[in-house]
Nanobody, 124 residues
Framework: QVQLVESGGGLVQAGGSLRLSCAAS????????LGWFRQAPGKEREFVAA????????YYADSVKGRFTISRDNARNTVYLQMNSLKPEDTAVYYC?????????????????WGQGTQVTVSS
């Protein structure tokens, strides 16, 4: 099992940047696929980005491609989401998720492990 704790959320103006962190427990962190999802008020949780544990392959939702970057530091058991050029529509609670698998899931129900979420608010 793995436990996940997000941090780094906050209030930022449109066009600004934030970096979210997700610290994981466990000794097999490098074996997990890691993903970021977000949920805005009144909306369903949606996929944002995921990082394969093999070869550094990353996946992004079209809405964040070119603005967000997912990365991981296996030595620190941490996954990051660098968010640049933020827009008001990026406002949401952001969650990290993990799954022990050989492929990269992009649906929230495919991830068994979740953090508690961190609020990101982008003002216009």
């Amino acid at each position: 099992q793995v436990q996940l704790v997000e941090s780094g959320g906050g209030l930022v103006q449109a066009g600004g940047s934030l970096r979210l962190s997700c610290a994981a427990s466990g000794r097999t962190f490098s074996s997990y696929i890691l993903g970021w999802f977000r949920q805005a008020p009144g909306k369903e949780r949606e996929f944002v980005a995921a990082d394969s544990r093999l070869g550094g392959t990353t996946y992004y939702a079209d809405s964040v491609k070119g603005r967000f970057t997912i990365s991981r530091d296996n030595a620190r058991n941490t996954v990051y989401l660098q968010m640049n050029s933020l827009k008001p529509e990026d406002t949401a609670v952001y969650y990290c998720a993990a799954r022990l698998t050989d492929w990269v899931p992009t649906k929230d129900y495919e991830y068994p492990y979740w953090g508690q979420g961190t609020q990101v608010t982008v003002s216009s």
